[in-house]
């Protein structure tokens, strides 16, 4: 079966995230398992790799094993990620904890997600690109930040009737513990609104979904109906945890200016794992689509380019 174009875009972002992981191939002398071709003869998916030009042979691996053997993708990722931190060590350049969380974004993106590459204890120990923020801890309690943070991952083991609504109280807290004065769920002739923030003397309306398929144009147009029914002055947030479809933003994007920012999981989990407030994400979403009109661009990304 052919890849989505979500997945085969996915795929392309992750074959450029691992590219300086690991050789294509290794030095005849050195030992052959560090090498992309040697994490692919190790997961039992040598036949992919094509060789020559390291980007697009980096692609086909990855692209045919989710295709083709899906069962090896998560293995094959895992062991790029175990002899890349190997590799990049004797060359001095660490595999970096954003590197990782992007990575993890970009499988999460695809359907999948990779508990050891999540693991805390794992994670703690990554050097990291930038700093990490210094809290508000005059406003913020940290302690209810982390109680959260054990809340939101375990969101998953739910039954999916209860996902939904444990997913709405989860972030009516969230926005509590940074005193954004949230509202909770109302309903007005016709339509329910899942809530409304206070942020830098701006109202946000809030759309919140958790389900397993991405969020697509039509719900982001129709929030967007709800958002413009309102004061002119209204803005919106979409909360998405299983983040959006590329196809929708774009055709969103297309011809009208926006009045909402959209808010994946990913996102979610930098706020409540403390490497950024939530302040901050909504102010440089907010940012991004008054310069651009993009809704969408993952927090890391724009911590990156900061």
């Known amino acids: 079966m052919a890849l989505s174009l979500k997945e085969t875009q996915t795929?392309?972002?992750?074959?450029?995230l691992l590219y300086d992981f690991l050789?294509?191939?290794?030095?005849?002398?050195?030992?052959?398992?560090?090498s992309f071709a040697g994490v692919a003869k190790g997961v039992g998916v040598d036949g992919f790799w094509q060789g020559?030009?390291?980007?697009?042979?980096?692609?086909?691996?990855?692209?045919n094993t989710l295709d083709r053997r899906r069962e090896k993708f998560c293995s094959l990722l895992l062991e790029i990620v175990r002899r890349g931190i190997k590799y990049r060590s004797s060359k001095g350049t660490n595999v970096t904890f954003e590197e990782i969380q992007l990575l993890n974004g970009l499988v999460l993106d695809i359907g999948f997600k990779i508990?050891?590459?999540?693991?805390?204890?794992?994670?703690s120990t990554l050097p990291r690109q930038q700093p990490v923020p210094e809290e508000k801890t005059d406003t913020i309690d940290l302690d209810r930040l982390k109680r959260l943070r054990e809340t939101f991952l375990s969101l998953e083991e739910l039954q999916p009737q209860q996902k939904g609504f444990e997913f709405e109280r989860f972030l009516?807290?969230?926005?509590d513990v940074f005193v954004l004065n949230p509202r909770g769920p109302f309903?007005?002739?016709g339509e329910q609104?899942?809530?409304?923030?206070?942020?830098?003397?701006?109202?946000?309306?809030?759309?919140?979904?958790?389900?397993?398929?991405?969020?697509?144009q039509q719900d982001l147009l129709a929030f967007r109906a709800k958002i413009e029914g309102k004061a002119t002055w209204s803005r919106g947030i979409f909360i998405s945890a299983s983040s959006f479809t590329e196809d929708g933003l774009a055709a969103f994007s297309r011809g009208r200016p926006t009045n909402l920012i959209a808010v994946s999981g990913q996102d979610l989990f930098f706020v409540v794992d403390r490497q950024i407030s939530l302040d901050e994400v909504i102010r440089l979403k907010a940012r991004r689509a008054a310069e651009t009109g993009e809704v969408m661009v993952p927090?890391?990304?724009?911590?990156?380019?900061?």
């Open 299 to 306: 927090v890391q990304q724009l911590l990156l380019e900061r």
């Open 115 to 123: 508990p050891e590459l999540w693991d805390e204890s794992f994670l």
């Open 23 to 34: 050789p294509g191939q290794p030095h005849p002398f050195a030992d052959q398992t560090i």
């Open 52 to 63: 020559g030009s390291k980007k697009p042979a980096i692609t086909a691996l990855l692209e």
């Open 187 to 189: 309903r007005l002739q």
């Open 193 to 216: 609104i899942d809530g409304s923030i206070d942020f830098e003397s701006h109202t946000y309306l809030i759309e919140a979904k958790y389900q397993s398929k991405p969020v697509g």
């Open 172 to 175: 009516n807290e969230l926005f």
């Open 11 to 16: 795929i392309a972002e992750t074959a450029a």
